[in-house]
């Protein structure tokens, strides 16, 4: 269910997670991360213009010098060296809003913002793509782009304090000039044409964006504490406190970061995601087989789900998951236009359970993950109707799949203000129990909202959820998803 990051999202919200971390920790001598991730907070008040040509002619000649520390951190050879650019403020909320526009996933982020509200996620009136301008403007601090292979530094922030942003951004030069970013970012489901219509394709680009997006930026914030940490002859594989502090820092915000701060627990999770669990992705890899494995490695043979990112020893042992069935969708919605379809990865239930049963609860379900997608469409018969929506998903037990199904009948209390059950005539029941009162859910119950009916059924290790579709189409899809074994004939 991701909003698969844009190019200038995943290339610039590092800068939030080092200074959200800076804010909140004591700042010692024998912690020069500290002042250096501190540096990259970009607080909106700041003079415009505080780098003096001097200063813009040093901080352009260190670029050579970090891109040479980058290059050894990671092993990773420099071809050629990277254009720099000293940018006004301007200037970048110029390209910002262009990127969005411009983006070949403007559209998808559209769509799954919808998604993402019907499911709860983010709040009905919330505008996702003003929240991400306006947040990547409060948090910019330099960034690569991909397009012109240019580093790009800002003239309203200390020369000095932009070196650990150079590394980070120049770890994306060097993975760009090795493996070729854009590219690479694509993944293995070969949809490349050029229109912009939901397919089943998505399902696979959903979870390999997000997780080769955790590779990409799990590596730059790797280099940038080792290059923060190097005057104390220390790295990032022996200073854990250092990280964790980081870590716990980029969900928090600060009095200089509004919107973030202020954002819906998913954005904040979803956001975060690629530098927390790419950090620990990147070290894991780091321990068990060193510089290789870590960088080009990841690179040459990229974790698939963000499963993997989250727990690394999945990606380490090759751990390969049974496809969840894929129904007809086609045949199934005839009655529908496709509007969005993606897929509910490990981490999507990770923050979909945390929102609505807290963070222990998520802990103990979401390693339990073993695949997922939603389709989401508009009834071709009426264009005003809500969403419908279909997710199925499948767990390592019968079990874990009944306390899933639970969590998410809990969620329909904050998710709808009416909430009736259905008996198995499919007329309100008086005698139902509520929907938030499961512990755990098994079989096949329903509810009438003001939006449809919801149906969650659980069937041993798999759970199916249509939320606002027709019956005919349930049903259908019910038997697509389930199909009844056929009878052995008959012995003559």
């Known amino acids: 269910m991701k909003f698969r990051e844009t190019t200038i999202v995943g290339l610039l919200f590092a800068i939030l997670a080092c200074g959200a971390w800076s804010q909140d920790q004591p700042q010692t001598a024998q912690s020069p991360a500290g002042d250096a991730a501190r540096a990259t907070q970009t607080p909106l008040a700041a003079p415009e213009t505080i780098v003096s040509p001097q200063e813009a002619k040093e901080l352009f000649r260190s670029v050579d010098e970090i891109l040479q520390f980058v290059s050894k951190d990671t092993g990773l050879p420099i071809d050629h060296k990277v254009k720099r650019r000293l940018t006004k403020r301007d200037d970048v909320q110029s390209y910002i809003v262009k990127s969005m526009k411009d983006d070949k996933d403007a559209?998808?982020?559209e769509r799954s913002s919808a998604v993402l509200k019907k499911f709860g996620l983010l709040p009905?009136?919330?505008d996702l793509s003003n929240f991400l301008v306006v947040m990547l403007r409060e948090q910019v601090a330099g960034y690569y782009d991909v397009k012109t292979k240019t580093v790009n530094l800002l003239n309203w922030v200390d020369a000095e304090q932009q070196k650990p942003v150079l590394a980070h951004e120049l770890t994306h030069a060097l993975q760009d000039q090795s493996f070729g970013i854009e590219k690479w970012m694509k993944g293995s489901s070969g949809k490349t044409d050029k229109k912009d219509d939901p397919s089943p394709a998505d399902i696979i680009n959903d979870e390999e964006s997000s997780a080769r997006q955790a590779v990409i930026e799990g590596q730059a914030m790797v280099v940038l504490l080792d290059y923060s940490l190097a005057p104390t002859g220390k790295t990032l594989l022996n200073s854990p406190q250092i990280v964790q502090a980081l870590k716990d820092g980029m969900l928090v915000g600060t009095a200089d970061t509004p919107t973030f701060r202020d954002a819906p627990i998913f954005l904040k999770e979803e956001l975060t995601f690629p530098y927390r669990y790419g950090l620990d992705f990147t070290a894991a890899l780091l321990q068990a087989g060193g510089k290789e494995l870590a960088y080009a490695g990841a690179f040459k043979d990229p974790p698939k789900t963000t499963r993997e990112i989250m727990e690394p020893q999945t990606y380490l042992a090759h751990e390969k998951l049974e496809p969840v069935k894929m129904i007809d969708m086609e045949k199934?919605?005839?009655g529908y236009d496709a509007f969005d379809i993606?897929?509910?990865?490990e981490f999507d239930v990770d923050v979909l359970v945390e929102q609505y049963a807290g963070a222990k609860e998520a802990a103990a379900i979401y390693p339990a993950w073993r695949g997922g997608y939603y389709y989401a469409g508009k009834p071709k018969a009426d264009k005003s109707a809500p969403i419908g929506v279909l997710y199925v998903s499948r767990w390592s037990s019968d079990a874990k799949a009944s306390e899933f199904a639970a969590v998410y009948a809990k969620s329909l209390a904050q998710r709808y203000?009416?909430?009736?059950?259905?008996?198995?005539d499919g007329k309100v029941a008086d005698d139902a129990p509520p929907?938030?009162?499961w512990r755990t859910?098994?079989?096949?119950?329903?509810?009438?909202?003001e939006e449809g009916t919801v149906v969650i059924e659980v069937r041993g290790d798999a759970v199916l959820i249509s939320e606002s579709l027709d019956e005919e189409t349930t049903h259908r899809v019910e038997a697509d998803f389930w199909p009844e074994p056929q009878a052995a004939p008959a012995k003559p």
Do not use: I, P, V, Y
């Open 107 to 109: 559209k998808r982020l």
């Open 124 to 126: 009905r009136n919330f």
């Open 332 to 334: 199934d919605f005839k």
């Open 342 to 345: 993606g897929a509910m990865g």
């Open 417 to 424: 203000q009416e909430r009736q059950g259905l008996g198995m």
């Open 435 to 437: 929907a938030d009162s």
């Open 441 to 449: 859910l098994r079989g096949r119950h329903a509810w009438l909202t």
